[in-house]
């Protein structure tokens, strides 16, 4: 599975971005795909998970109400819509994929290591 985001620049505090993540190289139907950002100097954190069979969908609260993760199945692409962002939204954001989908009372999907596959990172800068 390769996976290819882009998307990322620079916008001021409150406004809005949206980042996309291409797929290939396998059947995704029964994958999970991320989104995970991660900020100098600081660990890589969950933002958004979405399920590519049903469209289910999962947020980190501090992103919630914010961020709407979404996919198109026709073009292998999963995007990540970014509203009212915020100087602390600052960070590299990658796009992955969990070969198992993610599930209410899942105990792993904001983990990294639940993750299989990673796309190289697209930077997001929020200037205030």
């Known amino acids: 599975v390769q996976l290819q985001a882009s998307g990322g620049g620079s916008v001021q505090a409150g406004g809005s971005l949206r980042l996309s993540c291409e797929v290939s190289?396998?059947?995704?139907?029964?994958?999970?795909m991320g989104w995970f950002r991660q900020a100098p100097g600081k660990e890589r954190e969950f933002v958004a998970v979405?399920?590519?069979?049903?469209?289910?969908?999962y947020y980190a609260n501090s992103i919630k109400g914010r961020f709407t993760i979404s996919r198109d199945n026709s073009k292998g692409s999963v995007y990540l819509q970014m509203g009212s962002l915020k100087p602390e939204d600052t960070a590299v954001y990658y796009c992955?994929?969990?070969?198992?989908?993610?599930?209410?009372?899942?105990?792993?999907?904001?983990?990294?290591?639940?993750?299989?596959?990673w796309g190289q990172g697209t930077l997001v800068t929020v200037s205030s």
């Open positions: 979405i399920n590519w069979s049903d469209g289910s969908t």
């Open positions: 190289g396998s059947t995704l139907s029964k994958y999970g």
């Open positions: 992955a994929s969990t070969i198992f989908p993610v599930y209410t009372g899942d105990t792993t999907y904001w983990t990294t290591r639940r993750y299989d596959y």
